[in-house]
């Protein structure tokens, strides 16, 4: 089945860390660039970093840069991401995003416009 599969969410406690990840099955994900998304419940989806096909370049939201890292080994076919300090508000679902256009997962589109979309792993930043 081909798929992106979101990994490692779960129940943080604020000021604690937590890394997300994202693995392709069923395809390569090397030649993709990926980003990563949330979408908290009554909110629309954000855009929080994104990281080219070869880990160089790497972006960030405003907000959360400093806080959130993102990075990918190519080698095991994956992409990582770093959340350090959390607060409550970063609770949502978070997704990954592949597509060979890096500006389309830098600047945004549709779910269905991407080459993989995955259903995403829940965040809970609470005490």
């Known amino acids: 089945q081909v798929q992106l599969v979101e990994s490692g969410g779960g129940l943080v406690q604020p000021g604690g860390s937590l890394t997300l990840t994202c693995a392709a099955s069923?395809?390569?994900?090397?030649?993709?660039?990926v980003g990563w998304f949330r979408q908290a419940p009554g909110k629309e989806r954000e855009g929080i970093a994104s990281?080219?096909?070869?880990?160089?370049?790497?972006y960030y939201v405003d907000i959360l840069r400093g806080r959130f890292t993102v990075s990918r080994d190519n080698a095991k076919g994956m992409v990582f991401l770093r959340m350090d300090n959390t607060r409550p508000e970063d609770t949502a679902v978070y997704h990954c995003?592949?597509?060979?256009?890096?500006?389309?997962?830098?600047?945004?589109?549709?779910?269905?416009?991407?080459?993989?979309y995955g259903q995403g792993t829940q965040v809970t930043v609470s005490s």
């Open positions: 990281v080219d096909s070869t880990g160089s370049r790497t």
């Open positions: 069923g395809f390569t994900l090397n030649n993709y660039a």
């Open positions: 995003a592949a597509d060979r256009d890096l500006q389309k997962i830098r600047l945004g589109a549709k779910v269905w416009e991407y080459d993989y």
